[in-house]
């Protein structure tokens, strides 16, 4: 937080006015969101949230439905100019073939990933990408992918900012985590990662423990082996966590449909939809990355996960708010940029 | 509760002597688990919950850490005559053939259902099985489903206690559920049974909110027709949660291992031994049903999913705690037997 900011909350607390203008806020800090510029997409959470939590009012939703719902690449940290999970991937790859692969520094589609030719890792397309997910996900237990993704989220930096990618959750969407749950809302992570990469990190860095982290998901088998129960990861798909897959996660993990989601790709459309068509009160919201200076400014021409275009004709008539990062956050990250 | 033991509870309220006995527990009725005779179940119970919430104790688990996993069918409800989801798919059949499928009287597997005769159904085997679980539970959408389940809870009745389901949960297992919630226990239901048939009623029977409960679970589709949002639930198992299946369910959903651990049957073997071989502190229960007069008495001689040999003999060298339902229950249901 900086020194600004930092007295900007301490004059408003003295101040003690605005709790009283929100109703059912009571116990928030004068501004649970100062990360944000005064915007209508930081007013439609307040009103929300307010809204929904108003006993008596029209659109009181009990504590037992209060679920927000948010993806994870994009919406809660960056996904460029990789998603972190695929650097992870790459790093991996790296780290077999140094220690027990040699084969792959000459074998595809391997070779393009060692060599960090990305353009050809693109053009051998989606079976690469397939083999690439299996080497580094799968055949093995479940304490082993736990520590191979524990060593690298403590030890890789981000190329453009040079800090541990754990650092780089977005400052207002940390404080859009908080505020909900200070007002009773469950937070759930739905994101087209894998749910085992995500479960390891996701509580440290966003407060959510790893049953409220709904991904993509292998197939698994138990063993028993001597006196060590064991979890192998199968090189198989058991839930692609995306597009139409992110309703049936949380359908299939969470067991409700949510009143409240959070996304930035057409990646989320489905779980917009879901969670917003016909169903009152509802709350659809979409983070358009618009500043080029201070984050990256994206949305057609882009990779797949990160494409945002369907998503955004529909937000005006289906009433979803469109977060325009550049005018409205103040800061992006927790660090000044 | 009985009159009788209102007044021991009311009694030992008085005396305030038993939660000066037992640190960590201050804020508990003074005896927790009143349905439990005294008896070495019940004390293992107590026992570890007092010393998994002493802060600063060798055994302190923080309460981030604190989950505990329960089977359902024969753990916190009765399964005899029938595991009630089988009853509601036979009901659904005879329902089903009545308004749109006249043939099925004619018809196996369905004749034999609608007939009552259960014999032959078992004669059938597996295939009859798997197609009356595809008929009754899949092809529709999922508010179609719960629609019919919550039809079905709220009128039909327990041929032996002439009640609705839903008044069969054991007291004795409530107050477990209740006393562990109260010292920061998350409970989670870990059943082969079918996670959207239990999502309907565990909130209301058991305080067990959908997203932590673990089932058996279909494929899904999602589907935007016109202006309406659907899951499908598809012909196709996900993930059958028993026996292997049970860890594996877990860390799908769950994503972590729990500390502690409730089942009845060999079908809960695999999750028994997941949550306590080698891992300090940890607890594992299996409920053995040998009351004839108040429940059931069953074990070796019964159909596959509330058959326990294999656990039972496993117990004494694991450490799991053993109820004795006729010796350790002072009351089997929360209405008098």
Redesign the interface.
């Known amino acids: 937080m900086t020194p600004t900011r930092r007295s900007f909350l301490g004059t408003a607390a003295l101040a003690g006015v605005l709790p009283a203008l929100r109703p059912g806020l009571a116990k928030q800090p004068a501004d649970p969101l100062p990360a944000w510029n005064d915007c209508p997409s930081k007013r439609a959470i307040l009103d929300f949230v307010a809204k929904t939590t108003t006993e008596g009012g029209p659109d009181f939703v009990k504590p037992?439905d209060r679920?927000a719902v948010f993806d994870n690449d994009g919406t809660l940290w960056p996904e460029q100019p990789w998603p972190f999970e695929g650097v992870f991937a790459a790093d991996r790859v790296r780290a077999m073939a140094a220690a027990e692969h040699p084969e792959w520094k000459t074998t595809q589609p391997f070779k393009d990933i060692i060599d960090g030719n990305v353009k050809g890792l693109i053009d051998q397309g989606l079976p690469a990408v397939i083999k690439l997910v299996a080497v580094t996900h799968t055949g093995m237990t479940?304490a082993q992918f736990d520590k191979t993704v524990r060593d690298w989220i403590a030890t890789a930096r981000h190329p453009r900012f040079d800090r541990p990618y754990t650092d780089l959750a977005y400052k207002p969407m940390l404080e859009v985590l908080a505020f909900l749950r200070a007002n009773g809302y469950?937070t759930?992570i739905v994101s087209g990662g894998g749910?085992?990469f995500m479960?390891v990190w996701a509580?440290k860095v966003y407060g959510i423990?790893?049953?409220?982290?709904v991904g993509t998901?292998f197939?698994?088998?138990?063993q028993?082996k001597g006196?060590?129960?064991d979890?192998c990861i199968l090189p198989e798909v058991?839930?692609v966590d995306d597009k139409?897959?992110?309703?049936?996660g949380i359908?299939?993990?969470?067991?409700?449909r949510p009143v409240m989601c959070f996304g930035n790709s057409d990646g989320d459309l489905?779980m917009l939809?879901?969670t917003t068509?016909?169903r009152k009160p509802s709350f659809g919201l979409i983070v358009h990355h618009t500043d080029a200076v201070r984050e990256w400014a994206y949305d057609k021409e882009t990779h797949s996960s990160g494409k945002l275009v369907e998503a955004l004709k529909q937000a005006p008539e289906r009433g979803w708010t469109v977060v325009d990062m550049k005018a409205d956050w103040k800061q992006v990250f927790t660090f000044k940029e």
Chains 1, 2 share one sequence.
């Open positions: 037992y679920v479940t469950k759930f749910a085992e479960r509580d423990p790893p049953e409220q982290v998901m197939k698994m088998e138990y028993l006196d060590r129960p979890l058991m839930l139409g897959g992110k309703p049936v359908e299939q993990v969470m067991g409700r489905q939809q879901w068509i016909g």
